[in-house]
């Protein structure tokens, strides 16, 4: 894997963590208008609770990508170093 690879990995990240917001967003801007403990406001209060909780872990993925690139520039440097 190189790094023009990445990029697809890179995009897709920030494509989920944006559809993420726009559905968080929604989801609480839809649920302002009902009334609580219905059960039309319970079931977007666990979607909202779905939704914060996968994109929860964009952080622990994108430390993960950035920790994968550096190590691949690393590596590719040092391979240009030798020969």
């Known amino acids: 894997m190189n790094l023009e690879d990445m990029k697809g990995a890179v995009i897709l990240l920030g494509l989920v963590a944006l559809i993420g917001a726009a559905v968080a967003i929604a989801l609480d801007e839809f649920q ?38 550096l190590i691949g520039v690393v590596i590719l440097a040092f391979r240009f170093a030798r020969a």
């Open 32 to 69: 302002t208008d009902l009334t609580e403990n219905s059960s039309a406001w319970n079931t977007s209060n666990s979607g909202l609770d779905g939704v914060v909780n996968a994109t929860g872990f964009l952080d622990t993925i994108g430390t993960i990508v950035g920790v994968a690139v």
